[in-house]
């Protein structure tokens, strides 16, 4: 039985144009379309991935994917997509997700 903070966190999933995820290490792959929304447009997968037993530092694959009528937009995805943790990072994905070229068409 879904509980009333379960249900407030579901009525708003989906309802935003870019959707970030997050999966830990080892998780099975995100589908994009698991989640149906007329709303979403562009979906950004984060992976934290698995460092090596001499490393503390902590990596993250990245993807993207958008529908077929969304241009592609910028900051362009480095290859390979592995981005290490830090202020680098989150500046990128900070520019990723506010550069998305459909916040241009809409009027608040």
């Given at each position: ?54 490393c503390n530092d ?36 900070l520019r990723k ?12």
């Amino acid at each position: 039985m879904l509980r009333l903070e379960q249900v407030h966190k579901k009525r708003h999933l989906g309802n935003d144009i870019i959707m970030v995820v997050f999966q830990d290490e080892g998780s099975e792959d995100y589908l994009p379309n698991c989640v149906r929304s007329q709303y979403i447009q562009v979906v950004i997968v984060v992976r934290k991935l698995k460092a090596p037993a001499d490393c503390n530092d902590v990596f993250y694959k990245v993807s993207v994917v958008r529908n077929s009528d969304v241009p592609t937009f910028g900051p362009p995805l480095p290859f390979p997509p592995i981005f290490k943790h830090g202020p680098e990072f989150r500046s990128w994905l900070l520019r990723k997700s506010k550069a998305t070229p459909i916040h241009d068409d809409i009027v608040w």
